[in-house]
């Protein structure tokens, strides 16, 4: 996959994974990430789909309307992608906190539906419920930091509340962040995602 791979300065960090929106391109998120962890490694990637031009980290049927077959295929892709970027660079797999926004959440959120232990944490900036019905698995006391605006056309507060529901019933430590805005990242939620961060990963 095309990706950006930066070293940080501070071996024992989590690694950050970023996870563009629609449109968006590996380097999206560098600013957030290096923000939330200064010292962290930083693995930007650009996902594989193209919708009009746009890159996406899976196909779409409609708007909020995912192809699941290829969302599964493209979960898949970027878990295999993981492992073949830690043996490449050398840095360590089990030591990963994605940082994804809107399709770049929802895969994020799909990796840890699908791949036990596929990451230590994440943070999901307006994240829909990718799949539905699916057996999860275990996710003891994982950290997950989830950002939502009170009045996003895409996510809608009720879908927040059910993937809440679907992570903290696997045994996920999930942490709603609402902003009474839209679908935007802003910048107080990025402080948010900060602040969770140093309270969950600091060492
Ligand atoms: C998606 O397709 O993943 C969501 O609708 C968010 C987006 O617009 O990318």
């Not at 840095?91 to 699908?114: P, T």
Request: charged letters at 20%; glycine letters at 10%.
């Amino acid at each position: 996959m095309k990706h950006v791979f930066m070293q940080g300065s501070h071996a024992a960090a989590p690694v950050l994974l970023l996870l563009h929106g629609t449109g968006g391109s590996e380097r999206d998120l560098i600013g957030l990430a290096q923000l939330v962890s200064p010292g962290s490694s930083i693995l930007g990637v650009r996902g594989n789909v193209l919708e009009n031009g746009m890159p996406r980290f899976f196909r779409r049927l409609a708007e909020g309307v995912f192809d699941l077959e290829d969302l599964k295929l493209r979960t898949a892709e970027l878990n295999d992608f993981l492992d073949t970027a830690a043996e490449q660079y050398g840095f360590d797999r089990g030591r990963v906190v994605a940082i994804g926004y809107s399709n770049g959440a929802n895969i994020a959120a799909s990796l840890l539906f699908h791949y036990e232990a596929s990451l230590i944490g994440a943070i999901l900036h307006h994240p829909m419920v990718p799949i539905r019905d699916l057996q999860l698995p275990a996710m003891t006391n994982l950290p997950i930091f989830i950002g939502a605006g009170d009045n996003d056309p895409i996510c809608s507060p009720q879908e927040t509340s059910e993937l809440e529901q679907l992570l903290g019933g696997a045994g996920a430590a999930v942490t709603v962040h609402w902003e009474q805005r839209g679908h935007q990242l802003t910048q107080s939620e990025a402080m948010a995602a900060k602040a969770w961060f140093e309270l969950n990963f600091a060492d």
